[in-house]
Each structure stands twice: as C-alpha cells, then as structure tokens.
C-alpha cells in the first residue's frame, strides 16, 4: 500500500519518487505514456525523458546559478543528477546527455526501487484524500488539467515551448565547417575543447536566412490557441528574427569567439549544433526551436552551410504548455492551499528548465517525506539555488507577472560592499555554506 500518490513520471515526479523512496516511503508512481497514451511531445514511455534539448546547461558551480543548483542536487542525492553523469556527451562547460541512456538509467533505478511501484495509467481527477504530488508537467493531459483547475479556483496560465531538430552528424559536410567552443573554453571533463559543430555564414546568407524564416509557412494555431503568449526563454528562432535584422546575431546564432580556421576570423554569423548522443551520431541545433512547418524547415536549414545535405533526425516542433499561478496557490512547501493533501513539482508550478524542474520535484519530495515521518524540515535557505528557485515559485513575485522562470542569481538575496567581478563566486560561496549548515555539515563542500 502506497503512502504517496504522485502523478507524472517527467523529471519532477521521477526525482520526488526517488527521494521520498530513499527515506523509506512507498510511493505509487502514475505514468501515463505506456498506457496506450501519449503527449504530442514524448516519443517514448521512458521516465524522465528529455524532450525539448538535451542539455542541463552550465555545470560551472562557481559562477553560474544553474551550475551551483546541480551541486546542490547532488549533494542531496538526486537522481537526476547521478543518472546524468553515465549518460553525459561532450558539450563544453555544459552538463549534456545521451537522452535514451539517461532515460533509461532513471526508469530502470526506480523500477528496481523496493519502495516505488510504476503504474501506466491515465489520472483524469485530482484525489480526494490521501498524500498527493502533481508532477504532470506542461503537457497536462486535458481532463487532470480541469480538476486542477477546479481545485485551484483560477484559470490556468498557458505559453508555447518549441522543440530544435536533431541532425544525423554524418550528413554534416564538415569541409564547411569546424569543430570549437566559444573561446576555445574547456569543459568540466577536459578535451580540447572542440564540442559543437559551427556552420558559419557570411551577411548575404545570413540576411536571406533570415527573410526565410520570416517568410517560412508556419503551424497554425488552434482558436484556443491563438491567445497563448511564448516565454521568452524557449523563443521560436523566427519569432526572434521577426524582431530585427540583427537579433539572431546577438543571440543563437552570435559568432563571438568563434574563430573559423580558415580565415582566423569571426563569421558573420554562426550555427551550433551539439552532440545529443553518446555515440556521436545526433546533433542537436542549438536554439533552433521553431514553429515552422516540417517541409520549410527542410528547404531552409539545409541552405545552411554544411547542412546543404542535412537529414534530420527529429524536426522542430511547437506544443502548448500550462502552468499554475503558484506564488497564489501553493504554501512554502508545495501544498495547495486550497487542498494541503496535493503537492506540485516541476514546471507546471512555473519553473522553467530540465534542472530547475526536477529539483523542484526534489523538494516536493523531501517536504512530503517530512511530513509523513513526523520529521519537518527547516526553511531552505534563499542563499541557495535551491531555496531561491523555491522563492520564486512560492511567492517572491508579483502574482500577475507571474511567467516561468530559470535559475538566475536575480532570485537570490543580493550581496553588499563586494566588486561586481567577485559577486558570483562570492554567492555561491555563501551558498554552499547556506546549505551546509542547513545540511547539519560542519564543512561546506
């Protein structure tokens, strides 16, 4: 018999599942992708499969805020985070994965867990009673989003996220390109750091690839779609290039510190594409989420240098994603308000990105373990990643701005009388210390 019910095997429910399990706390785990259900985005029934990009992105703990949240993980046993490392491809000073390897490894370890049960089926209604964690994602299946909206009382908040097309490497023409990071940085696990492919443009290719995304035929929208805003983190790349000329050149597709070895210069504009599988034979294009209809997105990117031959993998695609006005609804441990026996993880409270969802689902899991073991935690300090994410989730933001959000060092406290240059390294210093003491350690790690 099952202590808790969470709903939704994504990154989420999975890291709540293993950390109530691990304290020894029988959890029924709800997946309803293998039930002859799926979501317009998965293509597997795996757990915790990644479905937009393959990266978790900066694994530098010193100076980034996403970084020092993977050490927080960590060092609190997350699954995500020990599933990532065997899976783990070449990808600069980012933490990136084989997505079928780092699936398999999170649905397999909780498979084998004595204390979680994986059930696939479809949950339409919210229980009524009983320990609950909501972990169903953006993708919320229509019926279960209703209840929740029933139970929150408000309307849901809504806003597209756009996938990137895969390339298969071997098509790259590689006499057109060149393999480098930006500035030649190396990453955590060393190499040369030479782990994207950089197709580079001059102006006239890069003014007519632009037109053609703006011209492009697009995917037309649903009339309950029409109306949805996008986040800005997961911009489709000709929303951006609608925005002027240059944008793309100052985002995605920015060729500072990229020297092209056959000129010893800059390009006037770059495309990345990063390893998106452990034997090396998928490429992902970096940024390149779009909305563009299958047939134009061929006949455009393949007028991208190198990729003139380019076959594709997976195309770009759009889907629409929901979220809760959590800062409204949930207390500082995840409960709704209106109904303190569900809990809810992940990004559909709002948080945004692969690791700030799980991590999310971490908490969730911890709080519910807590509470069911007569054992309640101390607040998590907002000095951490951890705490400072968990702020903006549970109300250190106006409720009517409310939009998904990353973990950035605007969500900490800020720091006084230190230089701009040291401030990052001196608030994950304060961070880790934060956490330790939290942790009952005597010595940060």
């Known amino acids: 018999m099952h202590q808790v019910h969470i709903i939704g095997g994504g990154l989420a429910g999975s890291e709540a599942a293993w950390q109530l399990a691990q304290a020894g706390v029988k959890v029924r785990l709800s997946e ?61 000073s980012a933490l990136a994965v084989d997505r079928h390897i780092f699936s398999d490894g999170v649905t397999r370890a909780l498979a084998e867990h004595p204390h979680v049960e994986i059930v696939r089926e479809r949950v339409d209604m919210l229980p ?14 229509p019926a279960l989003a209703a209840s929740i909206g029933q139970a929150a009382g408000i309307d849901h908040l809504a806003f597209f996220d756009a996938i990137a097309p895969v ?22 696990g060393g190499g ?16 007519a ?27 489709p790349i000709e929303v951006m290039a609608s925005r002027g000329p240059e944008t793309l050149r100052h985002g995605p597709m920015k060729p500072m510190g990229l020297d ?11 495309v990345q594409l990063r390893q998106d599988n452990a034997s090396g034979t998928l490429w992902n294009m970096v940024g390149f989420q779009t909305k563009l209809k299958h047939g134009a997105q061929i006949e455009l990117f393949r007028t991208i240098p190198g990729l003139e031959k380019a076959e594709f993998a997976r195309l770009g695609g759009l889907h629409r994603n929901t979220f809760i006005q959590s800062p409204k609804l949930l207390d500082a441990t995840l409960r709704l308000r209106s109904a303190p026996h569900i809990r809810f993880a992940g990004q559909v409270t709002g948080c945004e990105g692969y690791v700030e969802s799980a991590a999310i689902g ?18 998590l300090p907002g000095e951490t990643a951890l705490g400072a994410l968990l702020g903006h989730v549970t109300g250190n933001v106006e409720t009517a701005d409310y939009q998904p959000m990353n973990v950035n060092f605007g969500l900490f406290p800020p720091l006084e009388d230190v230089k701009k240059k040291q401030r990052k390294e001196a608030m994950t210093a304060r961070a880790r210390a934060a956490l330790g003491q939290w942790l009952g350690e005597l010595q940060p790690a």
């Open 32 to 92: 309803m992708r293998g039930s002859g259900e799926m979501t317009p985005a998965h293509q597997t029934d795996g757990l915790a499969e990644l479905v937009c990009s393959n990266s978790f992105r900066s694994d530098d703990a010193d100076k980034n805020a996403v970084g020092l949240l993977h050490q927080e993980m960590r060092r609190l046993g997350s699954l995500i985070m020990a599933q990532a490392e065997p899976a783990k491809v070449p990808a600069g």
């Open 128 to 141: 009524a009673d009983g320990m609950t964690i909501v972990a169903t994602g953006p993708l919320t299946a």
């Open 167 to 188: 390339v298969h490497f071997d098509s790259i023409d590689m006499d057109k390109c060149w393999m480098a990071n930006r500035w030649d940085k190396i990453g955590p």
């Open 192 to 207: 040369e750091g030479k782990d994207y492919v950089n197709c580079p443009m001059n102006r006239e290719q890069y003014q």
């Open 209 to 235: 690839f632009v037109q053609g995304l703006i011209d492009g035929e697009k995917t037309e929208f649903k009339e309950w779609e029409k109306d949805t805003p996008y986040f800005e983190g997961c911009m």
């Open 260 to 270: 092209d070895p056959r000129t010893g210069r800059w390009p006037y504009a770059v």
């Open 362 to 379: 971490l908490l969730a899991g911890r709080f519910a373990a807590a509470e069911i073991l007569g054992q309640p935690l101390a607040p």
